[in-house]
Nanobody
């Protein structure tokens, strides 16, 4: 059974940092690209970032580029999202998700993941 369990969310002041983790199990983690998506209250899903199977290629939404860093530790079956310079507009539930492929999908297919976790809440507020 595929499981993705996110952790690391919380309440942080604007300008602060958090590191999210996603523990994966039930599949061969280093065979698949992974992604982070988020959803703010009353809004649709927003793709945030993706990483290929080996971690050598990454991609970011313009809204987080230069502030967020995606990474993975295939030995630990764990995906990460380091978030710096957080803004109130980053407030959302953050989900990690598994793609069906090894490489980062094209822009048109970035929401075509097959499994996702329960999410971890990030709140940026003073």
């Amino acid at each position: 059974e595929v499981q993705l369990v996110e952790s690391g969310g919380g309440l942080v002041q604007p300008g602060g940092s958090l590191r999210l983790s996603c523990a994966a199990s039930g599949f061969t983690f280093d065979n698949y690209a992974m992604t982070w998506v988020r959803q703010a209250p009353g809004k649709g899903r927003e793709w945030v970032s993706a990483i290929n199977w080996g971690g050598g290629l990454t991609s970011y939404a313009d809204s987080v580029k230069g502030r967020f860093t995606i990474s993975r530790d295939n030995a630990r079956n764990t995906l990460y999202l380091r978030m710096n310079s957080l803004k109130p507009e980053d407030t959302a539930m953050y989900y990690c998700a598994k793609y069906r492929v090894t490489s980062i999908p094209s822009t048109a297919r970035r929401y075509e993941y097959d499994y996702w976790g329960q999410g971890t809440q990030v709140t940026v507020s003073s």
